[in-house]
Each structure stands twice: as structure tokens, then as C-alpha cells.
């Protein structure tokens, strides 16, 4: 006689799997403890009135009224303030941690608008002692949150600092703060108005006892090629051959440290600079009349990367309340299929050897 053996890797129908499990159940509700254990234990769910400690019948609905009392609380594990025997991987201080891009409204103080609240994205850090296990990042956010209903400026941030340093037992502690900030703009001609937005991060740094405040902004504008204007001009001078010379959206990033007990510089102040050293900003409200006003604007001032970083420069050094600099510059080339790009700094704070590698890659305008 031929026995054919059930095919145990081909997939059973649902008729199949019920008998299967009759099956089970009629032999489990025979076998003893421990025959039943030696199978699997998962078997005794399967059978009424069989309780299996290994698998508990839990609770499945949400508990509304459950009251997280001052006992239950103290009751919960803390992994984050555990003991030093708890670290994994190397016993070294870690010099931030904390939390990135919570977000928030934040009133600010301008100079020309009067208060603005605005969507502020949020990053604070703390360093770790290499015998701590790590930190309660909420507190961070707590802290920030009993400042939060303030009209923003340096001052609150130190006092947001402050108290999440002492929060968290911390000696060094940094607090960025990043949004949009709208300014109304003329056109160059046809005395329309719209708003400029100009991406701000305000960074409040303290490290070894010492305080610094640093703002950063990214400013926009056009950049038309020098050599392409003399090739172009020389197309038309001595072949009658019409050229145009090529330009491209250029972005500067301008990170400032300011000096200690200086008066305010305001974010307008530093997007006056921004304008007086590179006039050629993008346009917002455009008439015939305005591209036209554009295209000589920046024939007037055509520029490589190299000389928009000296003309930056330039004009931090001619505010005293301006110390320790960077500018970082992107001419996203409409020419070539790589962008140009320049770096220079002013003083230590800024002075680092390596760089992000996605630093240049950040220098874009959204649009």
C-alpha cells in the first residue's frame, strides 16, 4: 500500500487549517503539562480553562480614567538616569545632545515691523559627563516652553538656557533657533511692493564658561560672470554677433558673532549690509520696467564668487558690532554643471579647518 504524506510546506486552505486545529486541541486536551510544554507552549491557549503563565491575558482597551499619580510616577523606570553601569560603547563625554526641529511660534522684535510671530524651528543640546548614562531630552523642551509666550531676543534665550542647563546638571549647552523672516521690498522701477523672506538662525553657544551669540542669515541675489560680460561685449564689438553673458542665483550664507554688550544689531541691519555689498538681490514684484532696471543692475555689477566673499567682508567689517565672521557663497552656475563656491572667516570662532560635507549643498534658495 502507497501512503502519501501531506505536502507541509504548501499553503492550507481554511478548511484544512480548522481540522488541523481540531486536531490539536483533541490530542492537547489529553496530553499533560508537560507534554504540551515539550511541544509549545502556545499550545495551552488554545484550550479553555488552560491558564499559561508565559502568555498573560492582557488588557486590551485604553484606560480613560487611569490617574498617573506622584507613587506611580516615581514607580517608572528612568533608563536615561541610570547608572554609569548601564553606558554602552565607549566611557567618553559626549559634547551635544539633545533635541532637533521642534517647532513652535515665537514673537520676535523687529526693527521696522514692530513684532512678528513666526513658525521657529527649535534645536537644543547639552554636553554629557562620560560617567552619565544620558539625559531627559523632554526637559529641554520644557524649559524652552517657560519662555516661549516671550517676545524672543538674546536675553530670553540665555534664560532658556539657563535653566536647562541647570534642568539636565549640565556645563555647556547650545540653543538654535531657526525660521523665516519677511521683509517688504520696492521694486526697482515700477514702485510695486512684496515681501522678501530671508532664512534666520539665532544660536546661543556656551562652552568652557563662556557665552556667544551668533546669527546666521542666507541672502539671495544674482551673480553675472565677469569674464562672460567681456566675452559677450566682445561678440558684439567685433563680430557684430549678439551675445548675452551668463548669471545665476547665488546664495551667501553669513554667520556673525556678536560682540559682547554691543547695541542691537538687528536682522534688518545685517540685510542692509547683505544689500549694500551685493545690490543685485533677487526681485520679488517684476514689471517690464523692473527686469529691464535688473538686467543693468547687474551689468553694473558683475562679480565671481571670490570678489562677492571680499565685498561681504567688507561691509561686516564696517559695523562694530560685528566680531568674529564667516561667509560662505554659491554661484550655482548657469554655465557649468557644478556651482563655484568661497569661503572666508574673520577671528576663531569660525575659523575650522574641516567642513561639513553638505555645507555647500544646504546653500540653495527654496523658492
Not at 164 to 175: F, M, P, Q, T, V
Not at 199 to 219: C, M
Not at 243 to 255: F, K
Not at 286 to 304: G, T
Request: charged fraction near 25%; include cysteine.
Amino acid at each position: 500500500m502507497n501512503i502519501h504524506s501531506r505536502d507541509v510546506n504548501g499553503t492550507p486552505d481554511r478548511t484544512e487549517a480548522e481540522e488541523a486545529l481540531a486536531v490539536l486541541r483533541h490530542w492537547a486536551a489529553k496530553a499533560s503539562e508537560t507534554e504540551v510544554a515539550q511541544l509549545d507552549p502556545a499550545i495551552a491557549r488554545l484550550l479553555p480553562g488552560r491558564a499559561d503563565d508565559a502568555y498573560p491575558d492582557l488588557k486590551r482597551q485604553y484606560p480613560d480614567s487611569f490617574d498617573a499619580d506622584d507613587a506611580y510616577r516615581a514607580s517608572l523606570p528612568d533608563l536615561q538616569n541610570g547608572p554609569a553601569s548601564l553606558i554602552r560603547g565607549a566611557r567618553e563625554q559626549i559634547q551635544h545632545v539633545g533635541i532637533s526641529n521642534f517647532r513652535l511660534p515665537i514673537r520676535f522684535h523687529t526693527r521696522d515691523n514692530g513684532d512678528l510671530a513666526l513658525e521657529t524651528s527649535v534645536t537644543g543640546t547639552v554636553s554629557l559627563d562620560a560617567e552619565k548614562k544620558g539625559i531627559n531630552m523632554s526637559r529641554i523642551m520644557r524649559s524652552f516652553y517657560r519662555h516661549a509666550e516671550k517676545v524672543f531676543s538674546f536675553r530670553v534665550m540665555e534664560a532658556a538656557l539657563e535653566d536647562y542647563l541647570a534642568d539636565l546638571d549640565s556645563g555647556d549647552a547650545r540653543l538654535q533657533m531657526r525660521f523665516s523672516f519677511p521683509v517688504k521690498v520696492d521694486s526697482l522701477r515700477s514702485g510695486l511692493m512684496g515681501y522678501q523672506y530671508y532664512d534666520v538662525a539665532l544660536e546661543l553657544v556656551q562652552t568652557g564658561g563662556q557665552r556667544h551669540k551668533i546669527v546666521h542669515l542666507d541672502y539671495v541675489y544674482s551673480s553675472t560672470c565677469p569674464c562672460s560680460l567681456e566675452l559677450s561685449e566682445h561678440a558684439r564689438q567685433t563680430r557684430g554677433q549678439l551675445a548675452t553673458p551668463h548669471s545665476q542665483r547665488s546664495v551667501a550664507r553669513i554667520s556673525i558673532q556678536l560682540e559682547p554688550d554691543a547695541p542691537c544689531l538687528w536682522f534688518e541691519d545685517l540685510i542692509d549690509h547683505c544689500r549694500r555689498a551685493v545690490p543685485t538681490e533677487t526681485q520679488v514684484m517684476v514689471k517690464r520696467e523692473d527686469e529691464q532696471a535688473f538686467a543693468e543692475l547687474n551689468a553694473a555689477n558683475p562679480m565671481f564668487v571670490e570678489d562677492a566673499a571680499r565685498l561681504f567682508c567688507e561691509a561686516l567689517q564696517s559695523d562694530p558690532r560685528i566680531g568674529d565672521f564667516r561667509v560662505v557663497a554659491s554661484h550655482q552656475e548657469s554655465l557649468h554643471s557644478h556651482d563655484a563656491v568661497s569661503v572666508l572667516t574673520r577671528g576663531a570662532m569660525f575659523a575650522n579647518q574641516s567642513l561639513d560635507p553638505q555645507l555647500f549643498a544646504t546653500l540653495i534658495h527654496r523658492g
